[in-house]
Protein backbone atom coordinates (compact mmCIF):
# COMPACT_ATOMS: atom_id res chain seq x y z
CA UNK A 1 0.00 0.00 0.00
CA UNK A 2 1.52 3.45 -0.96
CA UNK A 3 0.44 6.87 -0.21
CA UNK A 4 3.21 8.71 -1.56
CA UNK A 5 3.93 9.80 1.98
CA UNK A 6 6.86 7.54 2.18
CA UNK A 7 7.07 4.12 4.38
CA UNK A 8 6.72 5.11 7.38
CA UNK A 9 3.08 6.29 6.21
CA UNK A 10 2.57 3.27 4.54
CA UNK A 11 3.12 1.43 7.23
CA UNK A 12 0.91 3.40 9.76
CA UNK A 13 -1.95 3.22 7.29
CA UNK A 14 -1.31 -0.77 6.51
CA UNK A 15 -2.96 -0.90 10.12
CA UNK A 16 -6.02 0.87 9.23
CA UNK A 17 -6.47 -0.56 5.98
CA UNK A 18 -5.88 -4.51 7.12
CA UNK A 19 -7.97 -5.92 9.40
CA UNK A 20 -6.27 -9.39 9.28
CA UNK A 21 -3.76 -6.77 11.37
CA UNK A 22 -6.21 -4.06 12.99
CA UNK A 23 -9.05 -6.59 14.55
CA UNK A 24 -6.67 -8.76 16.32
CA UNK A 25 -4.78 -5.83 18.01
CA UNK A 26 -7.79 -4.66 18.93
CA UNK A 27 -9.02 -7.71 20.36
CA UNK A 28 -5.99 -8.00 22.48
CA UNK A 29 -6.23 -4.57 23.37
CA UNK A 30 -9.50 -5.22 24.55
CA UNK A 31 -8.59 -8.27 26.84
CA UNK A 32 -6.03 -6.32 28.17
CA UNK A 33 -8.09 -3.28 29.37
CA UNK A 34 -10.80 -6.17 30.86
CA UNK A 35 -7.77 -7.40 32.87
CA UNK A 36 -6.81 -4.41 34.35
CA UNK A 37 -4.04 -1.04 33.97
CA UNK A 38 -1.22 -3.70 34.80
CA UNK A 39 -2.15 -5.95 31.68
CA UNK A 40 -2.93 -3.06 29.55
CA UNK A 41 0.24 -1.38 29.81
CA UNK A 42 2.40 -5.20 29.97
CA UNK A 43 0.23 -5.75 26.17
CA UNK A 44 1.33 -1.98 25.21
CA UNK A 45 4.72 -2.67 25.63
CA UNK A 46 5.42 -6.20 24.69
CA UNK A 47 3.00 -6.07 21.24
CA UNK A 48 5.09 -3.78 19.33
CA UNK A 49 8.61 -4.38 19.96
CA UNK A 50 7.48 -7.94 19.33
CA UNK A 51 5.88 -7.50 16.09
CA UNK A 52 9.02 -5.44 14.87
CA UNK A 53 11.26 -8.40 15.97
CA UNK A 54 8.97 -10.76 13.40
CA UNK A 55 8.82 -8.18 10.90
CA UNK A 56 12.40 -7.98 10.77
CA UNK A 57 12.33 -11.99 10.66
CA UNK A 58 10.03 -11.98 7.81
CA UNK A 59 12.48 -9.27 6.26
CA UNK A 60 15.26 -11.67 6.56
CA UNK A 61 13.67 -14.73 5.03
CA UNK A 62 10.77 -13.77 2.88
CA UNK A 63 9.17 -16.83 4.20
CA UNK A 64 5.51 -17.92 3.73
CA UNK A 65 2.49 -18.58 6.57
CA UNK A 66 -1.10 -19.81 5.41
CA UNK A 67 -3.49 -16.45 5.35
CA UNK A 68 -5.46 -19.03 7.44
CA UNK A 69 -2.62 -18.37 11.07
CA UNK A 70 -4.14 -15.21 11.24
CA UNK A 71 -8.15 -16.18 11.74
CA UNK A 72 -6.96 -18.39 14.54
CA UNK A 73 -5.41 -14.44 16.08
CA UNK A 74 -9.51 -13.89 15.62
CA UNK A 75 -10.66 -16.91 17.02
CA UNK A 76 -8.68 -17.25 20.19
CA UNK A 77 -8.54 -13.71 21.41
CA UNK A 78 -11.88 -12.82 20.30
CA UNK A 79 -13.08 -16.34 22.61
CA UNK A 80 -11.32 -14.93 25.54
CA UNK A 81 -12.69 -11.53 25.27
CA UNK A 82 -16.05 -12.63 25.00
CA UNK A 83 -15.32 -15.42 28.10
CA UNK A 84 -13.82 -12.38 30.39
CA UNK A 85 -11.13 -14.65 30.40
CA UNK A 86 -9.30 -14.17 33.63
CA UNK A 87 -5.53 -14.70 32.82
CA UNK A 88 -2.66 -14.05 34.47
CA UNK A 89 -0.23 -11.62 33.65
CA UNK A 90 2.28 -14.39 31.90
CA UNK A 91 -0.55 -15.89 29.29
CA UNK A 92 -1.45 -11.64 28.44
CA UNK A 93 2.53 -10.97 27.90
CA UNK A 94 2.56 -14.48 26.04
CA UNK A 95 -0.30 -13.41 23.93
CA UNK A 96 0.99 -10.19 23.36
CA UNK A 97 4.18 -11.49 22.27
CA UNK A 98 2.96 -14.50 20.25
CA UNK A 99 0.42 -11.65 17.93
CA UNK A 100 3.26 -9.68 17.50
CA UNK A 101 5.75 -12.10 16.23
CA UNK A 102 3.33 -14.26 14.04
CA UNK A 103 1.67 -10.59 12.47
CA UNK A 104 4.95 -8.74 12.18
CA UNK A 105 6.31 -12.02 10.71
CA UNK A 106 3.29 -11.99 7.81
CA UNK A 107 3.78 -8.01 7.31
CA UNK A 108 7.89 -8.66 7.17
CA UNK A 109 7.59 -11.48 5.00
CA UNK A 110 4.99 -9.65 2.46
CA UNK A 111 7.32 -6.69 2.17
CA UNK A 112 9.35 -5.70 -0.90
CA UNK A 113 13.04 -4.98 0.73
CA UNK A 114 14.69 -4.38 4.18
CA UNK A 115 15.72 -0.61 2.99
CA UNK A 116 11.84 0.48 2.81
CA UNK A 117 10.21 -2.54 4.73
CA UNK A 118 12.30 -1.61 7.86
CA UNK A 119 11.00 1.90 8.05
CA UNK A 120 7.17 0.53 7.16
CA UNK A 121 7.25 -2.12 9.82
CA UNK A 122 8.18 1.31 12.14
CA UNK A 123 5.02 2.88 11.07
CA UNK A 124 2.99 -0.30 11.58
CA UNK A 125 4.22 -0.59 15.34
CA UNK A 126 3.55 3.19 15.63
CA UNK A 127 0.11 2.30 14.54
CA UNK A 128 -0.06 -0.42 16.86
CA UNK A 129 1.02 1.18 19.75
CA UNK A 130 -1.49 3.62 19.72
CA UNK A 131 -4.00 1.60 18.94
CA UNK A 132 -3.26 -0.81 21.96
CA UNK A 133 -3.20 2.49 24.11
CA UNK A 134 -6.64 4.40 23.31
CA UNK A 135 -8.34 0.65 23.25
CA UNK A 136 -7.20 -0.46 26.77
CA UNK A 137 -7.34 2.63 28.15
CA UNK A 138 -11.23 2.82 27.48
CA UNK A 139 -11.98 -0.39 28.84
CA UNK A 140 -9.92 -0.44 32.19
CA UNK A 141 -11.90 2.16 34.10
CA UNK A 142 -15.24 -0.05 32.66
CA UNK A 143 -16.89 -0.89 36.10
CA UNK A 144 -20.74 -1.31 34.76
CA UNK A 145 -21.63 -4.89 34.10
CA UNK A 146 -23.63 -3.75 30.82
CA UNK A 147 -20.31 -1.49 29.85
CA UNK A 148 -18.40 -5.11 30.43
CA UNK A 149 -20.99 -7.14 28.34
CA UNK A 150 -20.87 -4.78 25.51
CA UNK A 151 -16.98 -5.62 25.37
CA UNK A 152 -17.30 -9.59 25.60
CA UNK A 153 -20.32 -9.14 22.53
CA UNK A 154 -17.77 -7.27 20.83
CA UNK A 155 -14.87 -10.33 21.60
CA UNK A 156 -17.78 -12.86 20.67
CA UNK A 157 -18.08 -11.12 17.17
CA UNK A 158 -14.25 -11.23 16.72
CA UNK A 159 -13.88 -14.91 17.20
CA UNK A 160 -17.44 -15.39 14.93
CA UNK A 161 -14.91 -13.89 12.32
CA UNK A 162 -12.24 -15.60 13.39
CA UNK A 163 -14.45 -19.01 12.72
CA UNK A 164 -16.05 -17.73 8.89
CA UNK A 165 -12.51 -16.62 7.71
CA UNK A 166 -10.99 -20.01 8.66
CA UNK A 167 -13.89 -22.10 7.36
CA UNK A 168 -13.22 -20.06 4.46
CA UNK A 169 -9.49 -20.32 4.32
CA UNK A 170 -10.04 -24.55 4.83
CA UNK A 171 -12.36 -24.58 2.01
CA UNK A 172 -11.54 -27.10 -0.65
CA UNK A 173 -9.61 -25.49 -4.15
CA UNK A 174 -7.64 -22.98 -1.91
Do not use: C, K
Not at 51 to 58: E, K, M, Q, R, V
Not at 154 to 170: E, F, M, Q, Y
Amino acid sequence: MTTGLGPVYDGLLHLAMSPEDLVPVLALALLAGLRGATHGRRALFVLPPAWLAGGLAGLAVHGRVSATATSFSFVLLGGLVAADARLPLGVTTGLAATLGLLHGYLNGAAMDGPGQGAFALLGIIAAVFTLVALAASVVVPLRAAWARVVVRVGGSWIAAIGLLLLGWGLRPGT
